[in-house]
Every structure is written in structure tokens, then in C-alpha cells.
């Protein structure tokens, strides 16, 4: 298993950029052309990239023994998870207003970027 850190660090990093290009696109089109938000694979596609990030996310921590709300970087990468996916939630669905979805499309990428930031520096307050 151990063979494989790389591959798997690779998936992780290939399926995390991935995920926050569809996540740029889907807001794009969220505040010009939502029609195309309803496309099957729309729908499918983020879901199927997202499992496979949290899978090798998951693979990752056990092999290198750190673990969220026992080592700090964890702990923030799993926290800004969840709080990226409910902005997430709002920009792209449960957002009243135009202007409350772009603004929260806004501060989850910024979110996300944030977890990326974490990840290589592996400091919870990256400086
Ligand atoms: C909460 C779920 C997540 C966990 C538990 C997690 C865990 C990990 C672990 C253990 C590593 C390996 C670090 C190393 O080998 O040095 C890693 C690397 C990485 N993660 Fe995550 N991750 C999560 C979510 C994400 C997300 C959402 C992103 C998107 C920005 C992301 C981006 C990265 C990147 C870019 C690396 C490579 C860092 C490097 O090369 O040093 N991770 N992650």
C-alpha cells in the first residue's frame, strides 16, 4: 500500500484541481447560463471527482498517521471541508439572492484555496 503514497497523493491533487475547476465553472454558469446547471452530468461528474478526493484524502492520512482533532493541519483541512461544501451548498443551490450566491461562490473558493494552502505547508495559519 505504502508503494503506492505518490499515486495516491497524485490522485488526490489531480481530483482536488478538478474539483475546484468544475466548482469555478458551475458558479460561471450559476450566474449566466444556470440553465446549464441542470445537465445530468453536471449533476453526476463533481459528485463522482469529490468521492475520489475524500477517498484518497482518507488513504493519505492513515498512511502518514495524521488524523483530524489529533493533529492541527488535519483538523483545519477536514473544519474548511465542511465549510466550503455548506457555501458551496448556498452559491450553487440554496442562495435567495443572486448577490448572496456570488458571494458565497466567492469565499468557498477562497476556502478552498485556503485547504490547498494548508496542504503544503501543512500549518493550520500558513504565513
Ligand atoms: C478533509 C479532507 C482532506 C484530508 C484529510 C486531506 C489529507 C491530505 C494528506 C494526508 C495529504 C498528504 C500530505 C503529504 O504527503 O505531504 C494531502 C495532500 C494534499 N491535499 Fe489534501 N486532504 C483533504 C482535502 C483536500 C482538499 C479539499 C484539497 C483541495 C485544495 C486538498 C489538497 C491537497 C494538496 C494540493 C495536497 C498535496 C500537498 C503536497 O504535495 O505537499 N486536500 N491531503
Known amino acids: 500500500m505504502y508503494e503506492h503514497y505518490l499515486t495516491i497523493k497524485h490522485v488526490h491533487q489531480a481530483s482536488a484541481a478538478l474539483s475546484l475547476s468544475l466548482f469555478v465553472l458551475r458558479g460561471i454558469w450559476m450566474l449566466g447560463w444556470p440553465h446549464k446547471l441542470r445537465a445530468v452530468w453536471v449533476r453526476v461528474v463533481p459528485h463522482l471527482i469529490d468521492t475520489v478526493l475524500l477517498v484518497s484524502a482518507v488513504l493519505l492520512a492513515w498512511m502518514l498517521q495524521q488524523y483530524p ?41 477562497l476556502v478552498f484555496l485556503y485547504i490547498g494552502v494548508v496542504a503544503f505547508t501543512k500549518q493550520v495559519i500558513p504565513i
Request: glycine share 14%.
Open 69 to 109: 482533532f489529533v493533529h492541527g493541519w488535519i483538523t483545519a483541512k477536514v473544519i474548511a471541508l465542511l465549510i466550503y461544501i455548506g457555501l458551496g451548498t448556498v452559491a450553487l443551490k440554496r442562495g435567495p439572492t443572486r448577490g448572496i450566491r456570488f458571494g458565497a461562490w466567492l469565499a468557498a473558493i
